[in-house]
């Protein structure tokens, strides 16, 4: 099965330390997400590109939060400088359709 | 803006029916989707509705749609211990953004 795969699967690290965070998207798909997910808040959306033109990133903290897509196989969303309340799980999904959207396992970040 | 609202928790015996329901606001939603998130893993499509139908069967999945009270509901027959999991309400299609709304924790129990 075709997969979303997100790398690292845990990273914790020290508060002001940069953190990066990669997503392969699904072969073929043009519309990438990324999420974050936390008890308080739930699903929160924090950058959309499709076809690798980032359209909202509303969501996201510009300050300390950058998402980018240097080619169609790769996303990024970088923190810098981290802070602990960044902890949460960061979720990518793509998507190709209006048949739903694919989700990676997620990143879960802790920073301490 | 467009909200997606479900209750937090829902606590059912191993057999019996589960209901999850969900409302929305947007109702230039193309399509509503239902997803499962099962600890430590990230959400998994389980199941979607144009919004030009009523109802939709897929084995022990019913999903529902009233859309003039855009109310949703997820109904699982014969619920298991695997079932046990987040459900997750979205509404989108086409370009537009999904919204989720906040989970349902199921709980199976024996």
């Known amino acids: 099965d075709a997969r979303v795969t997100q790398t690292p699967r845990d990273k914790v690290t020290e508060m002001g330390q940069e953190v990066t965070m990669r997503c392969q998207p699904i072969?073929?798909?043009?519309?990438v997400f990324w999420y974050r997910q936390t008890m308080m808040q739930g699903l929160e959306l924090l950058a959309y590109f499709r076809n690798r033109a980032p359209l909202d990133d509303s969501g996201m903290p510009k300050d300390r939060f950058s998402a980018e897509m240097p080619d169609a196989t790769l996303a990024t969303l970088k923190i810098q400088p981290s802070e602990p309340r960044d902890s949460a799980v960061y979720f990518c999904?793509?998507?190709?359709?209006?048949?739903?959207?694919?989700f990676g396992s997620g990143t879960r970040l802790t920073v301490v | 803006g467009e909200d997606v609202e479900q209750s937090l928790f829902l606590s059912v015996r191993e057999g019996d029916s589960s209901v999850i329901n969900c409302t929305y606001t947007d109702s230039s939603s193309t399509y509503l989707y239902w997803y499962k998130q099962e600890p430590g893993a990230g959400l998994q499509l389980l199941t979607y509705i144009f919004s030009n139908m009523d109802m939709k069967q897929d084995q022990r999945l019913t999903v529902l749609l009233n859309k003039k009270d855009k109310h949703l509901s997820l109904r699982i027959a014969d619920t298991q211990t695997g079932d046990s999991a987040i459900y997750f309400c979205?509404?989108?299609?086409?370009?537009?953004?999904?919204?989720f709304g906040r989970g349902t924790s199921l709980i199976v129990h024996p």
């Open positions: 072969l073929g798909h043009n519309t």
């Open positions: 979205a509404e989108g299609g086409g370009s537009y953004i999904p919204t």
């Open positions: 999904a793509s998507g190709g359709d209006s048949y739903g959207y694919t």
